[in-house]
């Protein structure tokens, strides 16, 4: 990894970029080009989903999937961070949601890629601060031939933090857990996988050193997130049609 020494410069580009959504500000933490002989995330999403990613403002689509960048933080002057639902319903966007906080009942995760010397672990820590890290899989293998999966059930809709570790440091996706404060998870939720809208899709990618080493490229660590839960069945014209039937022979009886 490229070693980058302007711990000042990388902070204040982290915060740069800032949308008004509403009454809240939502920051998204910047992104640098990958080393030398390293991927970025369009060609990872292009190894992962298929097809050609573009980038779409801070998202990418290849025409039919888009990986929507979820906001990594909430400015000055906006409101507390609500807890990011894994199981999510088109409709139901709260703009006061970031990737530091979760809340989830039945997920599972599945390592994706690691482009990193050391090794990596994924995890999680209970509860929206403080806590131990708890380990979910260790990841073997190397850029896109790795190995690592686990199913976590139940959380009964309990809030927690994604965690990262390995050699070197514990990192959280919550950065005011993080010894050095920044942040070292950037998050995408995956649009367009399943059509029946019972499962939600993201891809978490990971940065494994500490601000003063890092390269800030967000791909030493990548996470495939499924989250389950129950979509209610529609009310269809023929339901609808059956029951006028049913209360019109009531009527008449």
Known sequence: ????????????????????????????????APAPGEVSQQQIFNQIY????????QDFTNGSITAHRIEDFIGPGGESNHPLPLFWRPG?????????VWVADAVGGTAKARFAAFNQSFGYFAGANG???TNLFDVTGS???VNGTVAISPLSNQTFRWGRSGEG??????????VDLADHLVSYRIDGLNTRGDTTTYALFWED????????DFNDLVVEINATGVVPEPITLGAI?????????SRRR
């Open 169 to 178: 440091f514990t990192f959280s996706s919550l950065p005011a857990n993080n």
């Open 50 to 57: 298929g097809g050609n990613f573009v980038p779409n403002g």
């Open 209 to 216: 050193l500490s601000a003063a080493h890092s390269d800030f």
């Open 92 to 100: 139901t966007e709260d703009q006061n949601v970031t990737d530091e």
């Open 143 to 145: 850029g896109f031939n």
């Open 131 to 133: 806590g131990s890290y």
């Open 241 to 249: 049609g059956l029951g006028a039937f049913g209360l019109l022979a």
């Open 1 to 32: 990894m490229a070693f980058r020494s302007s711990l000042l410069s990388r902070a204040a580009g982290a915060s740069a970029a800032f949308v008004v959504a509403g009454i809240c500000q939502a920051g998204f933490t910047t992104i640098l």
